[in-house]
Nanobody, 121 residues
Framework: VQLVESGGGLVQPGGSLRLSCAAS????????LAWFRQVPGKEREGVAR???????EYADSAKGRFTISRDNAKNSFFLQMNSLKPEDTAMYYC????????????????WGQGTQVTVSS
C-alpha cells in the first residue's frame, strides 16, 4: 500500500494550491479518502474527506475554500485549496480507510508521507 502526496509549496495569502495523492496497493474505489494537516506541537486535524460514493465532508476551517475530489480511474484524489490563509500553513497528509469514517485520524489506516504547505507573504 502506498500513498504519495504532491503539490505543496509556498504561496502568498489569498493564493491557491492543488494537492494530489496517488494511491496504489488497495481497492481504491471502495475506500474513503481524506486530507489531514498538522503543525508542530498540535494534533493532526481533519480537513476534508470523500467517501467511496463521492459524498464529502469538510472541517469548518475548510468550508467554502477547499474542495476534495477523487478520480477512481487514476487511483488519485485531490485537494483544491483557494483563498489560502497563513493559518493554513501545515504539513498536509492524505489518508485512506476501508471504513465509513469521519475526520478522525484513528479511523484511517493508510497514510502518505506528507507535503508541506506554507502560506506567507
Amino acid at each position: 500500500v502506498q500513498l504519495v502526496e504532491s503539490g505543496g509549496g509556498l504561496v502568498q495569502p489569498g493564493g491557491s494550491l492543488r494537492l494530489s495523492c496517488a494511491a496504489s496497493g488497495f481497492n481504491f474505489r471502495l475506500y474513503g479518502l481524506a486530507w489531514f494537516r498538522q503543525v508542530p506541537g498540535k494534533e493532526r486535524e481533519g480537513v476534508a474527506r470523500i467517501d467511496y460514493e463521492g459524498a464529502t465532508e469538510y472541517a469548518d476551517s475548510a468550508k467554502g475554500r477547499f474542495t476534495i475530489s477523487r478520480d477512481n480511474a487514476k487511483n488519485s484524489f485531490f485537494l483544491q485549496m483557494n483563498s489560502l490563509k497563513p493559518e493554513d500553513t501545515a504539513m498536509y497528509y492524505c489518508a485512506a480507510t476501508p471504513y465509513s469514517a469521519q475526520l478522525y485520524p484513528d479511523m484511517y489506516n493508510h497514510w502518505g508521507q506528507g507535503t508541506q504547505v506554507t502560506v506567507s507573504s
